[in-house]
């Protein structure tokens, strides 16, 4: 029976325009992007081609390639482990495997150079207990596409892990045991069953690390490494040549925007139902011999290099490096840190109620469309924001200040350019899609038949959204405005390219002292975001405790049945 929505009136209106405006704004740096690429010279761009473009190609293929293998092992071999079986603390580590999300790789790769590097403390103890001379021997270098493969593989397998065990928790018994009675061993049906039903949640999870490598700036960067992330920004300082910089941020557009299609293509099409009632979760196999201190190594090695170690190498860099984190310099840093990351987190998280809102309200292509484009933003690289949205509005600056210094003889300057508020605008654009998933997640929540109550008892529609949805909502609005706030605080490339002058993060001076070899300094703002990155980490990981609590599970079977254990 089709059931005709009261109208919304003006707040219908309202969010109709909202939405709009949210989703033009979303919408706006790719065209410019396209605009600017086609409209400039192809000067530079063949340049280019003729020197480092296609090592741009190759780099960046090269790094997508090692970064999805190894977030998809280690998540996936990590997830299975601590959800299917059971050895000791696997509790501490179905939680702790989370951990690494609170470092931004660029930090990761901070601390690791300093260890590893010539005269860091690895190298320099072999020397010591060797004799050997600096040329005596080999030792892999750090700083090449394969020490920044690693650093990404070990802050982004969480995405996968994440992903992963959700889908793992979420798996029955039943086909499981069909899988058994067949004649498949444990391991032939993890590989038979259990990998191919949560094949859509790792390819996710692999895609969203993916889409992190190619926006990532501050690692490739300080590495040497030249991938298309660097390639914008040395076209838009080093060699001034907007044009260059749009070409090269629309080829890096139509990659990520290929892999954001190929992600919700799979995981529309690549589904499954669970068989059988929720409490028939399957079997947790007690793990004995060695295969359970196995276990305790392949889950204990992630969480070692990829938060224990370079946290402590952090911790040890940053009390002897000088830096005074409550001298002015610093407190101006975080206080311009907090600043931006608390605008854009309030701009996005209203933004995102403003769309959610009107998706429930009022349904159909209009709302789905808006919402759907200003997620957009998540699979575009920071870097090719800031271009699209430097370029129109630089010219429109100029011409505002042609206008009026031809009819007033006023000048008025740089008004967009290089202002907070465009700076926010573009951490809104890159981070909307996660504020909006999370308000989403926690709308669905809602009964439809909730608003049909209280607007029969005499609510307006702003009285539902503000009366009943918000208050219950609360819990998912603020951990949208949590996760906004952390991305943004580790956010460098945007930050870098579109800053006002003489406004320096955290993030930018991590960078600005890595990139003087000062990496003692670096680790002290470096330490601060990654304390801040922890807030959404242990906000998931007391979600990860509350739903493991949640799902019932059959007695653990006694024997290990895994090759080389006990019979």
């Not at 391991?187 to 889409?211: D, H, K, N, T």
């Not at 390219?497 to 003087?516: G, S």
Request: proline share 5%; aromatic share 10%.
């Amino acid at each position: 029976m089709n059931r005709r929505r009261p109208p919304l009136g003006a707040l219908g209106a309202t969010l109709r325009l909202g939405a709009l405006a949210a989703a033009a704004l979303c919408i706006l740096p790719m065209a410019a992007v396209v605009l600017a690429a086609f409209m400039g010279s192809f000067e530079t761009l063949a340049h280019l081609a003729d020197t480092v473009l296609w090592r741009y190609v190759f780099t960046t293929l090269q790094l997508v390639v090692l970064v999805g293998l190894g977030t998809a092992a280690i998540g996936t071999g990590a997830a299975w482990l601590v959800t299917m079986t059971r050895f000791p603390g696997v509790r501490v580590f179905e939680v702790a495997l989370a951990l690494p999300l609170a470092f931004p790789a660029y930090v990761m790769g901070y601390a690791y150079t300093d260890f590893l590097d010539h005269p860091g403390a690895v190298q320099t103890f072999l020397r010591e207990i060797t004799g050997w001379g600096p040329r005596d021997y080999w030792f892999p270098e750090v700083r090449s596409t394969e020490g920044a493969a690693v650093m990404l593989i070990l802050v982004l397998y969480p995405y996968v892990y994440l992903l992963a065990r959700a889908a793992f928790l979420q798996q029955s018994a039943t086909a499981n045991l069909a899988a058994r009675a067949l004649g498949q061993g444990p391991w032939g049906a993890f590989w038979r069953v259990s990998l191919p039903m949560a094949r859509p949640a790792i390819a996710g999870g692999v895609l969203l690390a993916v889409m992190e490598t190619i926006a990532d700036f501050g690692t490739v960067s300080y590495f040497g490494v030249q991938t298309f992330a660097t390639g914008i920004y040395q076209s838009w300082f080093s060699m001034a040549d907007r044009a260059a910089a749009a070409q090269l941020a629309l080829c890096l557009l139509v990659f990520a925007l290929f892999l954001a299609v190929l992600e919700r293509v799979t995981r529309g099409d690549a589904r499954h139902h669970a068989a059988g009632r929720r409490h028939e979760q399957a079997v947790a196999v007690q793990l004995t011999g060695w295969a359970r201190w196995a276990a305790m190594a392949l889950c204990g090695l992630p969480v070692l290099f990829g938060f224990l170690l370079p946290a402590a190498l952090l911790l040890e860099m940053g009390i002897g490096s000088g830096q005074d984190l409550l001298s002015e310099r610093y407190l101006n840093f975080i206080r311009n840190s907090v600043t931006l990351a608390g605008a854009a987190a309030a701009v996005t998280v209203g933004a995102a109620v403003l769309l959610g809102a009107y998706q429930r309200l009022e349904p159909g292509r209009l709302s789905h469309g808006a919402a759907n484009i200003s997620r957009i933003g998540y699979a575009v690289p920071g870097g090719v924001i800031a271009v699209g949205l430097l370029v129109p509005f630089a010219a429109l600056d100029n011409a505002i200040d042609a206008f009026m210094e031809a009819r007033f003889g006023i000048d008025t300057g740089l008004l967009f350019t290089g202002s907070i508020w465009l700076l926010v605008a573009a951490y809104t654009i890159r981070f909307m899609a996660a504020a909006l998933n999370t308000y989403d997640g926690g709308q669905a929540s809602l009964h439809p038949n909730m608003d049909a109550v209280a607007r029969t008892l005499g609510a307006t529609p702003g009285g539902l959204v503000r009366r009943v949805h918000l208050p219950i909502l609360r819990p998912s609005v603020m951990t949208a405005l949590l996760i906004v706030f952390v991305d943004v605080m580790k956010e460098l490339p945007a930050t870098l390219i579109m800053r006002p002058f003489n406004f320096d993060t955290l993030a930018v001076q991590a960078h600005r002292l890595a990139a003087d070899e000062r990496l003692s300094g670096a680790a002290v703002p470096s330490l601060v975001i990654v304390a801040v990155g922890l807030l959404p980490v242990a906000l998931v990981c007391r979600t990860l405790g509350r739903r493991s609590e949640e799902v019932p599970r059959a007695t653990p079977a006694p024997v290990a049945e895994l090759p080389g254990a006990a019979e």
